[in-house]
């Protein structure tokens, strides 16, 4: 039986969103070894006609490039999309903390009011749009005392709702201590935060918070950059810029790990007729707290995979047997 996509709402706010989400890190092909604009744009298309609605972007993902991708992929198409990018990562001033490096030059993080208004409307006219449905704080600037930083940043971003420039507002990248001052003004809707089988610190962090304030959470990373895919054999190998090329995590006593996990999640995908990786996101999509699963899709192929995840409904008993698998054999996984 074909299920609905799943969908859900973002925090206090009237939109409502699939719950498998398109994330666009890899499409900005910085830290991925380069992007395929035509492939990119044929993922996002792919993606809307399966029903996945919400697509997640962010200025920072190849300075602008992911931003104009997503534009020129739903042109014409806007108004079956929920739309998220980010403000925050900055590299026309040089105001904020120094964070990182493009061979163009420096990156800060800097929440500053005129530094939002300044990103908000090159985000639009790279996204093509009037309106962005979820603006998140990509980072947090620890500048300034993070009462006084969330204060001005708040005021910022509801001056932009008021204007009809964003519809919600979210924060990504978070401390206990931040989500909890954000939450105190009322006005957040959403965090965005690495959640995965492998990376679950969170539930005992963040996730009571958000719960208890009524805001939603998105997950990213939910395939831990593909290591939880179901196709990272124990031989595969990286190169170029690619960041898992030196990430501990794939090493190859991990994956040999994760590949009995995956022979464990096989009854679970055969009983569904779905493969590992729709598994593994379905899980996510059912863990306590996480509302969506945002995952990266760099051709067609892997957006329809994605998104058949949103149609499944595991049952209480794949969840434990899955569970369990992975408490056996991903406890001890190098960081």
């Known amino acids: 039986m074909s299920l609905e996509m799943l969908t859900r709402p973002i925090g206090s706010s009237t ?46 993902y190849g300075q602008g490039l992911s931003e104009e991708i997503v534009g020129k992929a739903i042109k014409g198409r806007r108004d079956e999309v929920v739309l998220a990018t980010k403000c925050g990562l900055v590299w026309h001033t040089q105001k904020g903390n120094h964070f990182f490096d493009y061979d163009s030059g420096p990156v800060h993080r800097y929440l500053g009011k005129e530094s939002i208004v300044h990103e908000v409307e090159q985000s639009l006219k790279r996204l093509g749009t009037d309106h962005i449905d979820l603006y998140i704080t990509h980072w947090q600037d620890p500048t300034t005392p993070i009462e006084e930083t969330v204060e001005e940043t708040v005021d910022a971003l509801v001056a932009l709702k008021e204007q009809g420039k964003i519809l919600s ?13 954000y939450a105190a003004t009322g006005e957040l809707d959403a965090i965005q935060e690495e ?23 998105l997950s990213y990373s939910s395939l831990a950059l593909g290591l939880l895919s179901g196709k990272m054999g124990p031989d595969r190998t990286f190169s170029g810029d690619d960041l898992r090329k ?3 995590r794939f090493s190859q006593s991990n994956r040999e790990k994760v590949a009995r996990l995956m022979a464990a999640i096989d009854p679970v995908a055969e009983a569904h007729e779905a493969t590992r990786a729709q ?28 998104a058949k995840a949103g149609r499944i409904r595991l049952t209480d008993e794949d969840i434990t047997a899955i569970s369990e698998a992975a408490k056996t054999e991903l406890t001890n996984l190098d960081a």
């Open 195 to 217: 959640y995965s089988m492998v990376h679950r610190g969170i539930e005992e962090t963040l996730l009571p918070i958000a719960a208890e304030n009524g805001i939603s959470t």
């Open 279 to 306: 598994v593994i996101i379905a899980w996510t999509l059912q863990q306590p707290g996480i509302t969506f699963s945002l995952c990266g899709a760099r051709n067609p192929a892997q957006a329809r995979e994605n």
């Open 246 to 248: 030196d990430n501990p």
């Open 169 to 181: 507002i979210g924060a990504s990248n978070l401390s206990a201590d931040e989500l909890r001052t």
């Open 15 to 60: 939109i409502e969103a699939s719950a498998v989400g398109l994330g666009t890190w890899a499409i900005g092909g910085w830290m991925w070894g380069g992007t395929d604009e035509a492939s990119s744009i044929a993922a996002i298309q792919a993606s809307l006609d399966e029903g996945i609605t919400l697509i997640d972007t962010a200025p920072a």
